[in-house]
């Protein structure tokens, strides 16, 4: 099992940047395809960015493509989401979320560990 930690949401304005990182123990990360998810007061949860175990794979939900980049360092058992040109929709609760069978997926469903999520706020 992978207890995963998010750190680094807060509250910035439009168009400015934040990087959330997602601490991992318990197992060695390498393990796993990792996701970030989102979800606004009101709304489903919705996926953001996916990349494969080795990183040599990345996947973007539309809306933030060419903005959000992921990536991550295995050997400091951590994923980053660096998020530019935030915009007020982008505001929610980031979820970093594990994949033991390293499918690279968009569906919340893949994912078998979660952590317990922060906040990112973007005034207008």
């Known amino acids: 099992q992978v207890q995963l930690v998010e750190s680094g949401g807060g509250l910035v304005q439009a168009g400015g940047s934040l990087r959330l990182s997602c601490a991992a123990s318990?197992?060695?990360?390498?393990?796993?395809?990792m996701g970030w998810f989102r979800q606004a007061p009101g709304k489903e949860r919705e996926f953001v960015a996916a990349i494969s175990s080795s990183g040599g794979s990345t996947y973007y939900a539309d809306s933030v493509k060419g903005r959000f980049t992921i990536s991550r360092d295995n050997a400091k058992i951590t994923v980053y989401l660096q998020m530019n040109s935030l915009k007020p929709e982008d505001t929610a609760v980031y979820y970093c979320?594990?994949?033991?069978?390293?499918?690279?997926?968009?569906?919340?469903?893949?994912?078998?560990?979660w952590g317990q999520g922060t906040q990112v706020t973007v005034s207008s």
């Open positions: 979320a594990a994949d033991e069978a390293r499918r690279v997926s968009s569906w919340y469903g893949s994912y078998d560990y």
């Open positions: 318990g197992r060695t990360l390498s393990r796993y395809a």
